[in-house]
């Protein structure tokens, strides 16, 4: 059975930083590109960031670039989300996900975390 456990989320003033984390398990972790989203209360999930397999190539939602950073460790069987220069608009529950393809679609994603909470304050 798949499990991917994300943790790292908290609460954070604007302006600073946190790191995300999802474990990944019962899947050829270096199989998968892996992405991450986020849900706001009253709005539909949105992609943040993906990563292929081999972690070279990246793609990022233009509300992020230049701020966040995806990265994985095929290794540990994890894929990260570093997240500086927070913004209030970024708090969300932040999910990570893993696809069979290199995709910025949330359908193309077959597995899913259960989420982890950012707030950010003003």
């Known amino acids: 059975q798949v499990h991917l456990v994300e943790s790292g989320g908290g609460l954070v003033q604007a302006g600073g930083s946190l790191r995300l984390s999802c474990a990944a398990s019962?899947?050829?972790?270096?199989?998968?590109?892996m992405g991450w989203f986020r849900q706001a209360p009253g709005k539909e999930r949105e992609f943040v960031a993906t990563?292929?397999?081999?972690?070279?190539?990246?793609s990022y939602a233009d509300s992020v670039k230049g701020r966040f950073t995806i990265s994985r460790d095929n290794m540990k069987n994890t894929v990260y989300l570093q997240m500086n220069s927070l913004k209030p608009e970024d708090t969300a529950v932040y999910y990570c996900?893993?696809?069979?393809?290199?995709?910025?679609?949330?359908?193309?994603?077959?597995?899913w975390g259960q989420g982890t909470q950012v707030t950010v304050s003003s």
């Open positions: 019962g899947l050829t972790f270096s199989y998968y590109p």
């Open positions: 990563i292929d397999v081999s972690g070279l190539t990246r």
């Open positions: 996900a893993a696809a069979r393809t290199f995709t910025r679609r949330p359908d193309d994603y077959a597995y």
